[in-house]
């Protein structure tokens, strides 16, 4: 059972535009949510992260957005680079989950044109 | 500040040889740590996590074991590798105090052929 999805397997968008990546999640005791960055090869690498407890988290060109409602967040890059062209994996945590385990994402390609 | 560091980057072993990848974490104390594998077109799946030195715990059977001899040390094993087994494996580490927030190394590509 995928408890987190990105249905998207893949995104292309042109440089400068905006880049919307997905996340839907079933696991109402999620309350901690991260996306990871990672190039072929190498080991994801942390972005950016939000708590339940607020909808909305903001970092320089990266915005996520979380609506529990619909247990649903989003990864805003704006405006998209060509450097930003890799895969992204949303990723949750669960209310006091022996080991802080992650659960994570089958991840999205984004590919920025020039 | 801390760091991570995995070994072999890169692996090819035979059908039925066994496994040893090594994981160390430097400048921090008591982390917990973690194995995934990312398979050819997967995401990433949690495969053994441990939450002090001797704790293994772990979320899919399958061929391979994990162990915890010291603190900032994380060893995958496996006595025969199968097909199966190839893969992408991460090793990662976190604290209590970050978040739940992971940190990656830069992985092993285990090729079984």
């Known amino acids: 059972d995928q408890q987190v999805k990105q249905n998207s397997p893949s995104l292309s968008v042109q440089e400068g535009r905006i880049s919307i990546l997905n996340c839907d999640y079933t696991?109402?005791?999620?309350?901690?949510f991260l996306w990871y960055k990672k190039y072929p090869a190498e080991g994801p690498t942390f972005l950016i992260s939000?708590?339940?407890?607020?909808d909305k988290n903001e970092d320089g060109r990266f915005t996520v957005f979380l609506n529990k409602s619909a247990k649903h967040l989003s990864l805003h890059i704006v405006p998209s680079q060509p450097g930003d062209s890799a895969v992204y994996f949303c990723?949750?945590?669960?209310?006091?989950?022996?080991?802080?385990?992650?659960?994570f994402g089958t991840g999205t390609r984004l590919a920025v044109r020039p | 500040s801390q760091t991570i560091h995995q070994w072999p980057a890169t692996l090819v072993q035979p059908v039925g040889s066994p496994l040893s990848l090594e994981c160390t974490v430097e400048?921090?104390?008591?982390?917990?740590l973690y194995w995934y594998r990312q398979a050819a077109g997967r995401g990433l799946q949690l495969l053994f996590y441990?939450?002090?030195?001797?704790?293994i715990s772990s979320e899919v059977p399958q061929n391979l074991s994990a162990s915890r001899p010291q603190d900032r040390q994380f060893i995958l094993s496996s006595k025969k590798l199968l097909l199966s087994d190839s893969g992408f494996y991460l090793c990662?580490?976190?604290?209590?105090?970050?978040?739940?927030?992971?940190?990656f190394g830069a992985g092993t590509r285990l090729s079984v052929l």
């Open positions: 990662a580490w976190t604290l209590r105090s970050l978040g739940n927030i992971q940190y």
């Open positions: 696991n109402s005791m999620f309350d901690y």
């Open positions: 939000i708590s339940s407890i607020k």
């Open positions: 990723a949750a945590s669960e209310k006091r989950s022996s080991g802080d385990k992650l659960t």
């Open positions: 400048g921090t104390s008591n982390p917990n």
């Open positions: 441990s939450v002090g030195i001797g704790q």
